[in-house]
């Protein structure tokens, strides 16, 4: 009786214990399937359990697709052979690994990041490993965009530098292309020459635009024009030599637009020269611009009601995979092996600060057609004066030039002075103060200042001019800049300049602008 009820008694622990196991198990199977996070046991790299969490991750309908199936199937191939080394040192040590982040290939092929903490353990009797993995994608994206951030600061810093060195180099060569004109006689060949030596040497400026288009320094200086001549300019300008044969449909009522000209003028280039390496073997490109009304009836992009003019340039070339679609104006993305990943980016910029839209519509051997929309203006286009320069020698109006580069002084002056106008030059704020102040009392005081923005040494525009402005509250002044980390119009305001010119100029310019303030 003793040992039956001791037989009982030990049945019962065991049901207890199975019980107990039973409902430890389901609890423990409860919680994997229910984590947000994929649980996969596999041994030896065979599947032979996922959670849900693991099923929506791959991209599958069930468990029945993946179970018995490798897990090397699921592993992007950059990362099989050190997810093999680690499986094995775990099988031989029966520890832990560290975590690792790698990457996982869904059922549809797309790429995701993934952070997977792997363990050895016993499942059912058998040597497994139970792997815990995390989807990290987002994670990574958004760790990309702060290292893109971060170059974006970079980027802008060194833009500044070369923006600056690099304009006024431009502004040499142009400014002794435009003396050398001087020599010449007008349609002569040599003078031709000249001139589209001038003009090619004026785009050469765009290098650096397309830098500053990112960050706050390339805010737009607008004017009001119509969009219709930029685009047919630099479209044959960028398809020269190529076998793709431009067509323009463009409405001769196209309304103006207020933008930055060379602002504008980067985009149609970029947009174009991403359409010309699209058709190698040559094709076609079709530019259309034509006027464009939202309404709350028709408005399915991101820009408010009203008028707008829309161009779009529509190639026959290699079109544009999904998955690159989707990533076409991030900074630093690109398909090229050679290439930069900022053209398309900074085109994006650059229509965002103008308060338009871009879009690219695209397939796989389709060919591409991107699309821009930028705000009307009821505005007056603002003529060019095409007149030539005629200034008599009598003239004879006395100017301060400041200029820390000594070759920009001395062309300047050489050009200025065969217009006839007498030119004393400085390299500095301090030496400006100087000379003003010791003129001001002379017979023969200046008529105008020409001040450089940013000096290496000493004062620049903006400190000099503040000390100019004591001496003499009516000072004619015009400030000049390679670069500048401000808007030249709020600067020419906010410190009493008169006007501004931009670095490269052609001496043409710079004496145009001279007329008009000392006529005013």
Not at 155 to 160: H, V
């Amino acid at each position: 009786m003793t040992a039956s009820k001791q037989l009982i008694e030990e049945i019962r622990g065991r049901r207890e214990i199975q019980e107990n196991l039973l409902e430890s198990e389901s609890r423990y199977k409860t919680l994997v399937e229910n984590i947000p996070d994929t649980v996969i046991v596999h041994i030896n790299g065979e599947i032979i359990y996922i959670n849900q969490a693991g099923v929506e991750l791959l991209g599958l309908k069930n468990t029945d697709e993946i179970i018995g199936s490798p897990l090397s199937k699921f592993i992007h191939p950059d990362y099989i052979e050190i997810v093999n080394q680690r499986i094995e040192k775990m099988n031989d040590e029966g520890k832990s690994v560290a975590v690792l982040e790698e990457k996982f290939i869904r059922l549809d092929g797309g790429v995701i990041d993934v952070e997977t903490a792997p363990m050895p353990f016993i499942y059912y009797g058998k040597q497994a490993i139970l792997v815990v993995i995390r989807d990290i994608t987002e994670r990574k994206k958004m760790e990309e965009k702060l290292i893109n951030a971060a170059k974006l600061d970079s980027l802008s810093i060194i833009a500044g530098t070369i923006a600056h060195d690099f304009n006024n180099i431009l502004t040499a060569i142009v400014g002794n292309i435009s003396v050398a004109k001087l020599y010449t006689k007008e349609n002569s060949e040599l003078n031709n020459i000249l001139i589209d030596a001038e003009k090619y040497s004026m785009k050469a400026k765009n290098l650096t635009t397309q830098l500053l288009t990112f960050t706050k320094e390339g805010t737009p200086v607008k004017k009001i024009i119509s969009i219709k001549d930029l685009i047919i300019e630099n479209t044959l300008f960028v398809l020269r030599g190529s076998n793709i044969t431009s067509l323009f449909f463009i409405k001769e009522d196209l309304w103006p637009v207020e933008v930055d000209e060379v602002q504008i003028s980067q985009v149609i280039t970029n947009v174009v020269i991403n359409a010309r390496q699209a058709m190698l073997k040559g094709g076609s490109l079709e530019i259309n611009g034509e006027n464009f009304i939202i309404t709350k009836d028709n408005n399915n992009l991101p820009l408010s009601e009203g008028r707008y003019v829309k161009v779009s340039f529509k190639d026959t070339g290699i079109g544009i995979s999904e998955e690159n679609l989707a990533k076409i104006f991030d900074p630093y993305f690109t398909t090229k092996e050679k290439g930069s990943g900022l053209g398309l980016a900074s085109t994006f910029s650059i229509i965002k600060k103008h308060q338009g839209y871009i879009e690219v519509k695209s397939k796989l051997n389709q060919g591409a057609c991107f699309i821009f929309y930028l705000p009307a203006t009821n505005k007056k286009i603002e003529e060019k004066n095409q007149t030539s320069i005629n200034i008599p020698h009598s003239f004879n109006a006395k100017i301060l030039f400041m200029d820390d580069e000594q070759v920009i002084s001395e062309l300047v002056q050489k050009a200025l002075t065969k217009y006839g106008f007498e030119v004393e030059t400085v390299e500095n704020g301090n030496d400006a103060i100087t000379k003003y102040q010791e003129n001001i009392l002379s017979q023969r005081p200046y008529d105008l200042v020409i001040l450089d923005l940013s000096i290496c040494e000493g004062l620049g525009g903006k400190e000099t001019i503040k000390e100019l402005i004591k001496i003499n509250p009516e000072i004619k002044a015009i400030l000049s800049s390679g670069y500048s980390y401000e808007s030249l119009v709020s600067i020419t305001k906010e410190y009493g300049f008169k006007d501004y010119i931009m670095k490269p100029y052609k001496i043409d310019d710079l004496i145009k602008i001279i007329i008009k303030n000392l006529s005013e």
